[in-house]
T-cell receptor, first 114, second 122 residues
Framework: GNSVTQMEGPVTLSEEAFLTINCTYT??????LFWYVQYPGEGLQLLLK?????DKGSNKGFEATYRKETTSFHLEKGSVQVSDSAVYFC?????????????FGQGTTLQVKP | DAGVIQSPRHEVTEMGQEVTLRCKPI?????LFWYRQTMMRGLELLIY????????DSGMPEDRFSAKMPNASFSTLKIQPSEPRDSAVYFC????????????????????FGPGTRLTVL
């Protein structure tokens, strides 16, 4: 079945460091891929998405490229800030199954220190 | 748009009491999802609806949990009787599914989450 695997956290970085959070997936059909972010005490919010192979999603300095050959959607940011401290979730949906639901990874906690 | 609205934001109750969580999805959305988040189990999908009809309730932990969606603008998640292990943050999310076309792109199948209800059962 469909699944998403994220790198385990927590990830602790100093401000202005480079960030990579790995995400790989298993899916049938042609999934869309998402990164959601959850700030402390809040619900999840969409950070970026990509709907087909080789698409690059980007937002707020974060980027992720849909790699079908490696079934990956790694999240990157060139220079993190303290305000980026949050939990990041990778997720996929499957258009072919037409269920409308998302499959989430387990989440990766990012802590950025000044 | 006000986004997904959940109430209450915090609920503290005693074991054995009935708890009702409420959700108002974004107007026009045709999918509604209920999730539970705990430190131990992460984010779990409990149940979801399409056009007010329950599609998959396989994530509902046991018969003490029930969910309804009487109309397109309102859903409830009820726990009766509540137990301490039900303590968690419960999220509601909604989305607009435009069928199989991937050409729609944009907001196709993006889920929008509410702020959550933090439930504590003593």
């Amino acid at each position: 079945g469909n699944s998403v695997t994220q790198m385990e956290g927590p990830v602790t970085l100093s401000e202005e460091a480079f960030l990579t959070i790995n995400c790989t997936y298993t899916a049938t059909g042609y999934p869309s891929l998402f990164w959601y972010v959850q700030y402390p005490g809040e619900g999840l919010q969409l950070l970026l998405k990509a709907t087909k192979a080789d698409d690059k999603g980007s937002n707020k300095g974060f980027e992720a490229t849909y790699r079908k050959e490696t079934t990956s959607f790694h999240l990157e940011k060139g220079s993190v800030q303290v305000s980026d401290s949050a939990v990041y979730f990778c997720a996929l949906s499957d258009h072919r199954s037409n269920t409308g639901k998302l499959i989430f990874g387990q989440g990766t906690t990012l802590q950025v220190k000044p | 748009d006000a986004g997904v609205i959940q109430s209450p934001r915090h609920e503290v109750t005693e074991m054995g009491q009935e708890v009702t969580l409420r959700c108002k999805p974004i107007s026009g959305h045709d999918y509604l999802f209920w999730y539970r988040q705990t430190m131990m189990r992460g984010l779990e999908l409990l149940i979801y609806f399409n056009n007010n009809v329950p599609i998959d309730d396989s994530g509902m932990p046991e018969d003490r949990f029930s969910a309804k969606m009487p109309n397109a603008s309102f859903s409830t998640l009820k726990i009766q009787p509540s137990e301490p292990r039900d303590s968690a943050v419960y999220f509601c999310a909604s989305s607009l599914w435009q069928g199989r076309s991937i050409l729609a792109g944009g907001l196709l199948d993006t889920q929008y989450f509410g702020p959550g209800t933090r439930l504590t059962v003593l």
